[in-house]
């Protein structure tokens, strides 16, 4: 099972996600489950990286993903990065209403 977990800061906006384990779904490389997370999530980071012009906080390992926005943006940039994570997890959450049994989100709110 994919667990997703979704960061949000104390004024509610997503500043993070991190993503863990395999859909088991199919066979490793014919998994659409996990296709479809692994493509947004990189997607996610392009966007941040391309589109906002942010260097965020990356860390990719086997069954491990997390991508988090550093503290100190600017307004424009933050307001673009938002728009792709809550973007992206709106596509994991449709994914995951398709294949309920194959992917878990929770939310998290930041205390720092």
């Given at each position: 099972m994919i667990k997703v977990q979704i960061?949000?800061?104390l004024s509610g906006n997503l500043i993070?996600?991190?993503i863990i384990g395999h859909a088991d779904y199919a066979e490793?490389?014919?998994d659409i489950v996990c296709a479809g997370v692994s493509a947004l999530a990189e997607t996610c980071v392009l966007?941040?990286?391309k589109v906002a012009g942010i260097d965020p906080i990356l860390?990719?390992?086997e069954g491990y993903f997390r991508i988090q926005l550093p503290a100190k943006l600017n307004q424009?940039?933050?307001d673009i990065a938002y728009v792709i994570l809550e973007t992206v997890c709106?596509?994991?959450k449709d994914i995951a209403k398709s294949y309920?049994?194959?992917i878990k989100i929770e939310s998290k709110k930041e205390v720092l």
């Open positions: 960061n949000r800061g993070g996600l991190n490793y490389g014919s966007g941040i990286e860390i990719k390992e424009k940039s933050q709106l596509g994991i309920p049994d194959y």
